[in-house]
């Protein structure tokens, strides 16, 4: 399984930027965003279920990032708005076989497949 994050790069503060995640396979159920600044622990970012409901967010990155998915192109995306040099880091994709969002959801172990990471840089 494969998870192929691109959409990374050099971005001033209060630019945006899409991140996209695209499987190789239809076999996850849920899916996250992780993030790992320099020197800094993975810290979780967004989450959400392929058969929709609920999102979760870090409060970090909330009212300012989208985490959405297109169910016919089979693609993860995250909308990064107003971004600020704090959410400089290595951006990873996460997939998961289960069906709904949980408590889970939030840790890196929630996650059974994970795609190769894209930088963000944000310049102040």
């Known amino acids: 399984v494969q998870l192929q994050a691109s959409g990374g790069g050099l971005v001033q503060a209060g630019g945006s930027l899409r991140l996209s995640c695209a499987p190789s396979e239809r076999t996850f159920t849920s899916y996250g965003w992780f993030r790992q600044p320099p020197g800094k622990e993975r810290e979780f970012v967004a989450a959400?279920?392929?058969?929709?409901?609920?999102?979760y967010y870090a409060a970090s990155v909330k009212g300012r990032f989208t985490i959405s998915r297109d169910t016919v192109q089979n693609t993860l995306y995250l909308q990064m708005n107003n971004l600020k040099p704090e959410d400089t880091a290595v951006y990873y994709c996460?997939?998961?076989?289960?069906?709904?969002?949980?408590?889970?959801?939030?840790?890196?172990?929630?996650?059974?497949?994970w795609g190769q990471g894209t930088l963000v840089t944000v310049s102040s």
């Open positions: 959400i279920a392929w058969n929709g409901g609920p999102t």
């Open positions: 996460a997939a998961g076989v289960h069906p709904s969002l949980s408590e889970r959801s939030y840790s890196p172990t929630g996650y059974d497949a």
